[in-house]
């Protein structure tokens, strides 16, 4: 149980457009869902947090307008990383904690995805 | 906020050998996770701690809740060469996220 995926593993593009990477949580519900960014050789620096139907909360210095958060269900949050540019060129993570389908169990621990590299050019 | 110090920083060692990492924080803390990563991808759970003085095994590793709750160890014994990767520690940093320290870098030679 307590699996997370990520879509896209990888994405290169050009500056000036938008990416939308997506999390999914595949065995339990994501109550709340995490964002993550890890440069090279560095930790994890949490972005922002986001609990389904509502809006997200950023962590100070991450611009809310360039990186778009979306959680409109229990499985699946979205982050947009609009018009990038080669600076936002990093390891983006989501991490989720919830409610385990079909049953009262729930993680207090934070599940992560398998990250998303992207490159932007 | 809560700090945490993750010490060593990085670790090279051969098959074979134990190897143990700490960390402390700032503040006290209810909670202690160690995570692993590996190259390319995301962190994984390894060992979650709810309770000071709690000493918990899996597999291989064993961590435990230090006494004054600000601090926490992990322990791998008889090193793999898969157990190369970055062990992170991890502890709340608000209502439900999380502040990690910096990490250990562990290579093991074969």
């Known amino acids: 149980g307590a699996v997370v995926s990520q879509h896209p593993s990888r994405v290169i593009c050009k500056s000036g457009t938008s990416v939308k990477i997506e999390c999914r949580s595949l065995d339990f519900q994501a109550t709340t869902m995490f964002w993550y960014r890890q440069f090279p050789k560095q930790s994890l620096m949490l972005m922002a947090t986001?609990?389904?139907?509502?809006?997200?909360?950023?962590e100070q210095g991450v611009e809310k307008d360039k990186f778009l958060i979306n959680h409109a269900s229990l499985t699946l949050s979205t982050l947009t990383v609009t018009s990038a540019h080669p600076e936002d060129s990093s390891f983006y993570i989501c991490?989720?904690?919830?409610?385990?389908?079909?049953?009262?169990?729930?993680?207090?621990?934070?599940?992560f995805g398998p990250g998303t590299r992207l490159t932007v050019l | 906020g809560q700090q945490l110090n993750q010490s060593p920083q990085s670790m090279f060692i051969q098959e074979g050998e134990d190897v143990s990492m700490n960390c402390t924080s700032s503040s006290i803390f209810n909670t202690w996770l160690w995570y692993k990563q590996e190259p390319g991808e995301g962190p994984v759970l390894l060992i979650a701690?709810?309770?000071?003085?709690e000493l918990t095994s899996n597999g291989r590793l064993t961590a435990q809740f230090g006494i004054t709750r600000k601090d926490s160890f992990l322990n791998i014994s008889a090193s793999i060469p898969s157990d190369v990767g970055i062990y992170f520690c991890?502890?709340?940093?608000?209502?439900?996220?999380?502040?990690f320290g910096k990490g250990t870098m562990l290579l093991v030679s074969p």
């Open positions: 701690l709810y309770k000071a003085g």
């Open positions: 991890a502890g709340p940093a608000g209502y439900s996220t999380l502040t």
């Open positions: 986001s609990n389904e139907g509502s809006k997200a909360t950023y």
């Open positions: 991490s989720a904690r919830g409610i385990l389908a079909g049953t009262a169990t729930s993680y207090n621990e934070q599940f």
